[in-house]
């Protein structure tokens, strides 16, 4: 017999031998028909495989997220074997779930693969998904998957396989199709209802721009034909909203190659709203107790190397920059955590000085690679909100609770209300790659999860997910399409203080090292400005539109009367547009509603006459007449509202 943990800690025994689909039939007939595959001591499985030892079990559905990654994993296999069936001779290299579906990338020598091609393997993809064919995972000797993969001369698979250990090796067929594979599948290809292949794109072997280029087939599938046309449904309204193409229309930002490849150029509207992104921030951490700090867009290379940046991004980065002085080298800065940890350094403190809180938009660089990078999502200068709040161990929850309230408030302001809050700790069975002493990670493990329930956060708890030097809350926003982004997250770090030698001297009059927190609640303003535009699609909250007003003449003989009524708004400092173009007041409207200007006020002879004005509100159309400070009084009360 064999114990069985579920997620609820409950204990169950069974007979060795027992699979994950057994034990869903013996909890429940209709659970077990959801069951997609299990997670076994955290590595996903199938269902169908026995289970002899003893472990943790979690039967996994469309629900669950490594649900999905089976389902879409297996999707993958199926996109293979079709594609073999056309292209007997193309090689196979890796192919993974991912966010939101699943790609191969596919060597196919000397014949082409264009998007052309796509609607014949979609065919032939759901033709095999119909067979019903199992997906049959089993152990093969090293010598053995070699001698296969030599075979069908797939030097992908070979350089794979070569990195693995005799024993570790699984091969996984279904139908047709043989393919080296560590597990994760659905029972069978008939669970895989709807399948469509979505783009074709290039992509370098293990994303290396000296290897060869292979050909990258993206796809998604579904359990039901339904949820496959609402997400189809759902990216012809992404493409509307994509914020590359509003950018360009609400004239935020523009790209140029001379300029360089991944980075953003701000036009005038823009950096307004950048600009005011930047001072909400800065007011918010005036009243929470931050200072604010300027650090230099570029380091010494021995900066990094005492903070661990250098080992980590240095593959990342843009190559040292040299001096006329031998042996100096500085970097672009890839973080602005080490600039921080010297600004700390530079005095002695107290435990009377903690919590200190530096903050700064600090701008970073990180070399990506061309075929990475997407609009403001991806790029290779970016800025970052961020803050670091040096502490007592003692003072970690109180801070931790802080930064979750300002979070919590950035989100409020900016209309994005369905997010999670995933905790994320260490490895239960593999403590040792961690750094920190066990009292530490367990206080700030528990604190964490107790700020978090005390600010009612919907959380999930994820183990292994943390970061080497300590734990931390990533909060994963969903915005108005149900995508899912990860915006804000806050970090407790027990490595840069230790690696910096940071000190403060107690109240015993001994030398402690202080607690780090990182927190960054939009993270990257870029990526922040993207997802918050493809939310809102480009109707930016009252607070935050470049242009707040238009204020719209019916003809050239009110132009009088629209200035003073700009002038008032102006005064008031509300951003407003003029438009004293000489067009019929439809165009003006038109115009207006297109650059997605949340109110229009429309002046002729009533409005002069009796100084008022007939107002319009993007979306939604006449508001009726009010006089000017009733429309200034209305604004303010919408702002502060927003802002409250």
């Given at each position: ?103 191969y990338d596919i060597d196919f020598g000397d014949q082409s693969f264009t998007a052309d ?528």
């Amino acid at each position: 017999m064999i114990k069985i943990t579920f997620p609820d800690q409950s204990i169950r025994e069974f007979q060795a031998g027992v699979t994950g689909m057994d034990i869903a039939k013996c909890l429940s007939n209709s659970l077990a028909k959801k069951v997609l595959a299990a997670e076994v001591n955290g590595e996903i499985w199938e269902a169908t495989r026995p289970i002899h030892m003893d472990c943790s079990l979690k039967l996994l559905t469309w629900d669950d997220k490594n649900g999905k990654a089976a389902f879409w994993h297996s999707s993958a296999h199926i996109l293979a074997e079709a594609v073999q069936f056309y292209y007997p001779e193309a090689k196979f290299t890796i192919g993974p779930s991912i966010e939101n579906g699943f790609y191969y990338d596919i060597d196919f020598g000397d014949q082409s693969f264009t998007a052309d091609d796509i609607p014949k393997i979609e065919k032939k993809m759901i033709e095999l998904a119909a067979q019903d064919n199992a997906f049959k995972l089993y152990p093969i000797s090293k010598a053995e998957a070699l001698e296969y993969y030599r075979k069908k001369n797939n030097a992908y698979k070979i350089e794979l396989i070569e990195n693995l250990q005799d024993g570790d090796i699984t091969f996984c067929d279904q139908g047709s199709f043989t393919d080296l594979c560590r597990g994760g599948h659905v029972p069978s290809t008939g669970y895989i209802k709807a399948i469509k292949l979505l783009n074709v794109a290039g992509a370098y072997w293990r994303g290396d721009e000296k290897n060869k280029q292979l050909t990258r087939i993206y796809g998604i599938s579904f359990p039901q034909q339904k949820m496959l046309d609402e997400y189809l449904a759902m990216l012809e309204e992404a493409k509307k909203r994509d914020h590359r193409k509003l950018g360009q229309e609400l004239g935020l930002f523009t790209f140029s190659q001379k300029v360089g490849k991944g980075l953003p150029l701000w036009l005038p509207k823009g950096a307004d709203l950048r600009e005011r992104l930047e001072r909400f921030m800065r007011d918010a951490q005036k009243k929470a107790g931050y200072q604010q700090v300027v650090t230099p867009h570029i380091g010494s290379k021995s900066l990094y190397e005492t903070s661990g940046h250098w080992e980590k991004y240095g593959k990342d980065s843009f190559q040292p920059i040299h001096t006329p002085e031998e042996d100096e080298l500085f970097m672009l800065k890839p973080m602005n955590c080490p600039h921080h940890c010297e600004i700390y350094k530079a005095e002695p403190r107290s435990y009377k000085d903690l919590p200190l809180r530096l903050a700064e938009f600090g701008t970073v660089y990180r070399y990506e690679q061309s075929g990475e990078l997407h609009g403001l999502t991806r790029v290779r200068g970016f800025t970052q909100d961020d803050a670091h709040i040096f502490c007592r161990a003692d003072q970690v929850k109180e801070e931790f609770v802080k930064v979750i309230d300002l979070v919590l408030y950035v989100f409020k302001s900016l209309n994005f209300h369905d997010f999670t809050a995933q905790v994320s700790l260490r490895d239960k069975e593999n403590k040792a790659k961690y750094i920190g002493s066990e009292e530490n990670w367990e206080r700030a493990e528990r604190e964490i999860q107790e700020a978090a329930k005390e600010r009612g956060l919907k959380t999930i708890v994820e183990y292994g997910e943390a970061a080497f030097y300590g734990p931390k809350l990533d909060f994963m926003v969903k915005d108005a399409l149900g995508r899912s982004w990860q915006l804000g997250t806050i970090q407790v770090d027990y490595n840069l203080p230790e690696r910096f030698e940071l000190e403060y001297t107690g109240s015993d009059n001994q030398k402690h090292r202080p607690v780090m927190i990182h927190r960054a609640p939009f993270g990257s303003l870029e990526r922040f400005i993207a997802v918050l535009t493809e939310h809102c699609a480009g109707n930016f909250p009252l607070w935050l539109a470049p242009i707040q007003v238009a204020v719209l003449p019916i003809s050239d003989k009110f132009n009088d009367y629209a200035k003073k009524v700009v002038d008032l708004l102006k005064n008031n400092e509300i951003r407003t547009l003029f438009d004293d173009r000489s067009e019929k007041i439809g165009k003006k409207i038109r115009d207006s509603e297109v650059m997605k200007i949340p109110f229009m006020l429309v002046v002729g002879e009533k409005e002069e006459t009796q100084e008022v004005v007939s107002v319009r509100e993007h979306g939604k159309g006449d508001l009726g007449i009010m006089s000017r400070d009733e429309f200034v009084t209305l604004m303010k009360q919408r702002i502060a509202n927003m802002l409250n």
